[in-house]
């Protein structure tokens, strides 16, 4: 399991409505098109085909920044919400 931020900038309303709703189901939204996902290489896949029926090239764009455990310790967040956490892991 690794934790994605997976953020994107979608130019047509329902088809960035579409893919929010789908991020929905995976993860967390930490802002607005931004998402904290921890995923299994399986839903990720998976996520990845079904992000790609809703993203229009040449239009969207999409990205996926995949954290280890290693790199999540690093990360400095101020405000809310905290960085969703991989399963056992601890965030202080």
């Known amino acids: 399991m690794l934790l994605y931020v997976v953020t994107y900038d979608v130019s047509c309303d329902k088809r960035r409505k579409k893919v929010s709703d789908l991020l929905e189901g ?3 939204r930490v802002q607005y098109s931004v998402f904290e996902c921890v995923l299994s290489a399986a839903k990720f896949k998976e996520l990845q085909k079904r992000l790609k029926a ?3 090239a ?6 996926f920044y995949p954290l ?7 990360v400095l967040v101020w405000g809310d919400p905290p960085v969703t956490g991989m399963p056992g892991s601890v965030i202080v």
């Open 26 to 28: 995976y993860g967390r």
């Open 58 to 63: 040449g239009e969207d764009s999409v990205r």
């Open 68 to 74: 280890s455990s290693h790199t999540l310790g690093q």
């Open 54 to 56: 809703r993203y229009k």
